[in-house]
C-alpha cells in the first residue's frame, strides 16, 4: 500500500472527482476525512464505503468558502486522526453564463467556492505541515483555466487563479519538505457533466482525441501517483488530464 496509516483530507467528495480519490486513496492505506455541502446521505454512505476498506473516514458538512468554518475542521480532523499528511483541494462549482449576462453574485459564488475554498484549506493546513517538514497538496483545476473557455470567465479565472496558486507555493514551502500540484481534468463524466446539453456534448467528443470523456478514476489515479513517493522529485506541476483534448488548441 502506498499510503499505509497517512491521513488525508479531500474537499468535496460525496460525487464525482472527489469521491474516486477519497476510495483509491483510501485503498491504498490512507484514512480519509472529507466535507460536503449539501449531500448529507452520498457523504454518509461514502464513510461507511471508505470503512469498509478497512482504514478510517468521517464526513463532515463545511461549507468550504467559511473560513473559520474549515480551519476548525481541519484542527478536528487533526486532533481525531493524530495528524494531517495529503490535502486534496477538489471542491468545486460551475455557473456558466456569457460575462454579459453574468451578475455579480454569480461570479462571487464561484470565486468563493473554487479558489477561496482552495485558500481556506490550505491556509488551515500549512502551518502544521510546515513544523512537521512535510506535506502533500494537490489542487483540482481545469483545462478551461488553461485554454480558457466561452461563458466560464468566473470559472476560468478560478481556476487559472489556483495554478498560480500552485506555483507559488510550491516555490515558498519546498524548503519545508512540502510538495504542491495540480491536476487539470478535461471533460470528465460527472454531474458537472451532466449540465451539459447532448449536443454539445456530441460537438466536444469530437475535439477529444482520445474520443471520450475521462471517468473520475481517470484524475484519482494521477492523484494517487502525486501524492506518492513515486512523485517525490515532481512539485509546483499541473498535470493536464484530457484525452489530448488541449492539444487540439483550444478549440471548444
Ligand atoms: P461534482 O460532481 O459537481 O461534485 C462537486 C463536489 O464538491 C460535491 O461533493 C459537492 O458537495 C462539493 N461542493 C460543492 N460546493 C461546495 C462547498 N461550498 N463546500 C463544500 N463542498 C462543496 O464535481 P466534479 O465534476 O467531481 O468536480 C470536482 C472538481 O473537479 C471541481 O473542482 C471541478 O471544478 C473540477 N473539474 C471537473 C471537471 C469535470 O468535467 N467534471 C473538469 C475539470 C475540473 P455536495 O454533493 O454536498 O454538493
Known sequence: MLLKSKVAIISGAT?????????ELGREGANIAFNYLKSKSEALDLE???????????????????????????KKT?????????LINNAGIINDKALMFMEKEDWLKVINTNLNGVFNLTHAAIIGFMKQKSGNIVNIT???GITGMAKQTNYAASKAG???????????????????NAVAPGFIETDMLDNLKEAYKKELLKNIPLARFGSPEDVAKVVKFLVSD???????????????????GGSF
Do not use: C, H, M, P
Open 15 to 23: 460525487r464525482g472527482i472527489g469521491r474516486a480519490i477519497a476510495l
Open 48 to 74: 461507511k464505503e471508505i470503512k469498509a476498506i478497512g482504514v478510517e473516514s468521517k464526513a463532515s458538512q463545511i461549507d468550504i468558502s467559511d473560513f473559520d468554518a474549515v480551519s476548525e475542521w481541519v
Open 78 to 86: 487533526k486532533e481525531l486522526f493524530g495528524g494531517l499528511d495529503i
Open 142 to 144: 481545469s483545462v478551461s
Open 162 to 180: 489556483i495554478i498560480g496558486f500552485t506555483k507559488s507555493l510550491a516555490k515558498e514551502v519546498a524548503a519545508y519538505n512540502i510538495r504542491v
Open 230 to 248: 513515486a512523485a517525490s522529485y515532481i512539485t509546483g506541476q499541473t498535470i493536464i488530464i484530457d484525452g489530448g483534448l488541449s492539444i487540439q
